[in-house]
């Protein structure tokens, strides 16, 4: 359906938000296309379809959805503490809890998350979860590119002095354990594991940058503007803008046009309501829009609101098997199931 029938503006982009831009005037609306054939799809993920049987087990690790050279989505369920830790050796990881939470150990500190939070945890830190408030849900983005916080056009809300918490060293020695203690490893061509005998994660102090950060999406906020349209506000960037995080809470802002974003794969998460946001209402919903699809996308500018956030990567991404069972093809207008896929998510 044409937002004005006869007269639809399109944007064709370069680098993203970051342009040259040129603009498109035509009278078709090219999100109402009726069908597609092939794998280089619109799709919107189910992320608790992913049954908890999926992830029960001694290693109860992360499955991807969505895979590319160097970068994945994973979700991430568990619904009590794993006994061992994990490590990822070659890529950063950032965490988004889209529910539950508790108390995050690493081999740098203690952090308490909850629902709504971003955490980074840089390669080569081993982390666990030390306990769990509730059944735990999370997204998670694992770059081989390093993450670092990077925020842009949040200024007066997203506050790294206020709103940044960062491990606290433990302050003791690691005690014995019964049995081993397993680290495992996660690298490009499996798992490795170690074993101790006593617990390796507890330091007595830390000094120089933090590794793992801490922030909540409840405390980001874009600009808002009268007329017109406006990047949202940056979070976290990595090496030469190769991945790009943005919060897209809802704000007052016109509603984007059609756009053709040809340099980067788009993955959006809606991470709370109670608004929907377009045909999306529930947490946990992931879309990706490949690079060059042309979409519009739902209207930002809903009351009382919604949390939600977006990944831009110029990784070309692919979804996994396990992927493409608990998602469907979207349609680029609202984001919904697109009229051509009648087939039902099936939990796995
Ligand atoms: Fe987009």
Redesign the pocket.
């Known amino acids: 359906m044409s937002a004005e029938p006869g007269v639809n503006v399109e944007l064709y982009s370069r680098a993203g938000f970051g342009g040259p831009f040129t603009t498109i005037i035509r009278a078709q609306y090219l999100p109402d296309f009726i069908r597609a054939e092939g794998t280089y799809l619109p799709r919107r993920f189910q992320t608790w379809e992913l049954g908890d049987d999926t992830f029960v087990g001694t290693r109860a690790l992360p499955v991807p959805i969505l895979t590319g050279e160097g970068l994945a989505i994973e979700v991430n369920r568990l619904s009590a503490p794993p006994a061992h830790a994990l490590k990822n050796a070659e890529s950063d990881e950032l965490h988004f809890v889209v529910d539950g939470g508790g108390e995050l150990d690493t081999m740098v500190g203690v952090l308490q998350v909850r629902a709504g939070d971003f955490v980074r945890i840089p390669r080569g830190i081993a982390y666990r979860w030390n306990s769990l408030t509730g059944p735990l849900h999370e997204v998670i983005i694992t770059t081989e590119s390093e993450i670092t916080l990077d925020p842009e056009n949040a200024p007066g809300s997203f506050n790294p002095d206020l709103h940044l918490d960062v491990a606290k060293p433990h302050g003791r020695p690691g005690g014995p354990v019964d049995g081993e203690y397993e680290v495992i490893y996660r690298h490009h061509d499996g798992l490795t594991s170690y074993f101790f005998d006593h617990d390796p994660l507890p330091c007595l102090d830390v000094k120089g940058a933090p590794p793992v950060i801490r922030l909540n999406i409840e405390d980001v906020h874009g600009l808002s503007v009268d007329r017109g349209g406006l990047q949202p506000a940056r979070l976290f960037g990595s090496v030469g803008d190769r991945d790009l995080v943005f919060g897209i809470n809802s704000r007052r802002s016109d509603r ?1 046009p059609v ?1 053709h ?1 040809v340099d980067y794969d ?1 993955v959006i998460c809606y991470a709370a309501g109670p608004t929907p946001w377009g045909a999306i209402d529930t947490p946990g919903t992931v879309t990706w ?1 490949p690079k060059g699809v042309f ?1 519009q ?1 739902p209207e930002e500018d809903v009351q009382p609101g919604y949390k939600a956030w ?1 990944l831009e990567t110029r990784v070309n991404l692919t979804s996994t098997p396990v992927g493409r069972k608990i998602s469907q093809i979207m349609e680029t207008n609202q984001f919904g199931v697109h009229p051509s896929d009648e087939r039902a998510p099936v939990s796995v």
Do not use: K
Request: without cysteine.
């Open positions: 984007p756009h974003n788009e829009v979409h996308g977006l």
